[in-house]
């Protein structure tokens, strides 16, 4: 009964490192293209919420004026 337990508190992490070392050697590195298309996709996210952040702050800044009373 202890070795059956045993058995089974033991094959959900033997089975999780099964699939890792099977993800780890299916994964390739990029090549030159892949890479240059996956750094411009993330520019352009930083660029975007770049702008959304200043216009947010540009429109808080009066809105609060108005509110607080320029105190």
Known sequence: MDS????????????????????????TKPDRKEFLQITQ???????????IGFVVKLIHIPINNILVGGA
């Open 41 to 51: 996709a993330v520019s352009m996210g930083f660029f975007i919420m770049g702008v």
């Open 4 to 27: 059956e337990i045993a058995q089974t508190a033991i094959e959900g992490p033997k089975q999780f490192v099964k699939d890792g070392v099977a993800f780890i050697n299916r994964c």
